[in-house]
């Protein structure tokens, strides 16, 4: 039975909320944690296939192979990955900014932004939680529903959304979690991944066609304002499609021009029949 991990935020459900409601069946076993649990967890092959970071990937894409089609991303804002400063990003030069240890795209994004947009190096500190940071009016970065609860308590003018900042600077999308498999799990079993692959397929275009019940799920899970999720899951991009492609192309080029990482790879899938 096939192992697969889950991201632990709602910005997931479109794509798993289908197996959550039993529309449609995954055939293995879920996990949900966030996402660089699921990194170490793949990597430490205790799941086989799961959601990962776009950036751990990167790194370690002679051990891991993409599947196609899926992803989460953003075209141009994304509200769940944001800096939370009450100084401009151009000044952050030598200060310190907290950051979570739950996202490493999210974190490598940041680094990539100061190092290359803004031409900052600052000192960036693990926190366990960096929402203590925000409130004490420290810069901070915030990955997934914390980031989406500061925009409820902070100044708005100190906020910067990082997909907004990318897409200003690159023109391009950004991608923060593509999904995995381990190489030797797709060696052995091609047609397990394969139908597991297609159960994804499956229970994300049910979701994108039923987003009612994708959206009651979410306010079950974590209840915010009318309309909240029917707008933020309109940011969101989840279709691994050229321009996903091309703006992870960018962020992996960016990343190893700054130095947070050793050397691009392929972002290209691997060819897994997909369900028309």
């Known amino acids: 039975m096939l192992r697969a991990g889950r991201i632990a935020y709602t910005n997931d459900l479109p794509i798993y909320c289908a197996f959550d409601v039993g529309a449609e069946r995954f055939p293995g076993t879920l996990l949900a944690d966030v996402p660089?649990?699921?990194?170490?967890?793949?990597?430490?092959?205790?799941?086989?296939?799961s959601p990962v970071s776009a950036f751990f990937y990167a790194r370690h894409a002679d051990r891991l192979a993409l599947?196609?089609?899926?992803?989460?991303?953003?075209?141009?804002?994304?509200?769940?990955?944001?800096?939370?400063?009450?100084?401009p990003p151009e000044q952050l030069d030598g200060r310190e900014i907290a950051v979570t240890r739950e996202s490493a795209s999210g974190r490598n994004l940041l680094a990539v932004l100061l190092t290359r947009r803004y031409g900052v190096?600052?000192?960036?500190?693990?926190?366990?939680?960096?929402?203590?940071?925000?409130?004490?009016g420290r810069?901070?970065?915030?990955?997934?529903?914390?980031?989406?609860?500061?925009?409820?308590?902070?100044v708005p003018e100190h906020v910067y959304d990082?997909?907004?900042?990318?897409?200003?600077?690159?023109?391009?999308?950004?991608?923060?979690?593509?999904?995995?498999?381990?190489?030797?799990?797709?060696?052995?079993?091609e047609a397990l991944v394969a139908s597991a692959f297609e159960a994804l397929y499956r229970s994300r275009a049910w979701g994108m066609a039923n987003m009612e019940q994708v959206i009651a799920a979410a306010q079950r899970v974590l209840p915010r304002g009318e309309g909240f999720y029917a707008a933020y899951y309109r940011t969101l991009n989840f279709a691994f499609d050229e321009r996903a492609?091309?703006?992870?192309?960018?962020?992996?080029?960016?990343s190893v021009t700054a130095g947070t990482l050793e050397r691009a790879c392929s972002v290209d899938p691997e060819p897994l029949r997909v369900p028309r």
């Open 36 to 49: 660089t649990a699921l990194n170490a967890r793949l990597l430490g092959a205790q799941l086989d296939l």
């Open 67 to 87: 599947l196609p089609e899926l992803c989460i991303g953003s075209r141009d804002q994304v509200w769940s990955v944001t800096l939370v400063s009450a100084v």
């Open 121 to 136: 190096c600052p000192k960036f500190v693990d926190v366990s939680d960096p929402m203590e940071r925000v409130l004490s």
């Open 139 to 154: 810069p901070a970065l915030l990955i997934g529903d914390r980031a989406l609860d500061a925009q409820r308590c902070t």
């Open 162 to 189: 990082l997909g907004s900042l990318w897409h200003e600077w690159t023109g391009e999308d950004m991608v923060y979690a593509v999904w995995a498999v381990r190489r030797d799990v797709l060696c052995a079993d």
């Open 245 to 254: 492609r091309s703006g992870l192309r960018r962020f992996i080029a960016e």
